[in-house]
């Protein structure tokens, strides 16, 4: 059993919480960062593109793991160890119109997965998401898969979420 802020792609992740995209001006250099480390250095300040795999891209770097390198949030869904449930830590992909929505699964019930991602409601944080609207869950490629992760308890996250 593993405490989920005992894996090391989870605390990078957590250490973001908060952090806002930046405004239509000048994007947050943090941000523009994910672009580098996610593969996408061309990317400089630039609010048009999704930078929700580009965030779990960058974590992954950070943490010394494989990502895809895509800034296409759907390329997760073929990504690393699949799974049929989420468990925390892992990584999950949604659906939505343009496109696709990608984060890291801090907690879960019978009816919603919260997850840790960036550009939600234009920052990182964690947010409510309908178990029914998940495409797929993955878990990190290289990393052997725990057979319990204890997740983080929940309050005050975003339920109506804008993610382009």
């Not at 409601?121 to 990393?143: A, M, T």
Request: hydrophobic residues 35%; aromatic residues 10%; contains cysteine.
């Amino acid at each position: 059993m593993k405490n989920i802020t005992d894996l090391p792609w989870m605390k990078i992740a957590s250490s973001y919480i908060g952090l806002h995209e930046g405004t239509s001006l000048k994007a947050n250099a943090k941000v523009v960062k994910f672009f580098g480390e996610a593969g996408h250095p061309e990317i400089k300040n630039d609010h048009t593109t999704p930078w929700c795999a580009a965030f779990v891209g960058a974590v992954l770097e950070e943490a010394d793991l494989p990502h895809t390198g895509s800034l296409l949030a759907l390329s997760y869904a073929k990504y690393g160890q699949k799974l049929d449930n989420p468990i925390g830590g892992c990584i999950a992909t949604k659906k939505r119109n343009g496109g696709g929505h990608v984060f890291f699964v801090v907690s879960f019930d019978d009816k919603y997965v919260y997850g840790l991602g960036g550009n939600q409601n234009d920052q990182v944080s964690i947010s409510r998401f309908p178990r029914s609207v998940i495409y797929s869950y993955c878990w990190p490629e290289g990393v052997a898969i725990p057979d319990k992760v204890v997740t983080t308890v929940v309050a005050n996250t975003a339920t109506d979420v804008k993610e382009t």
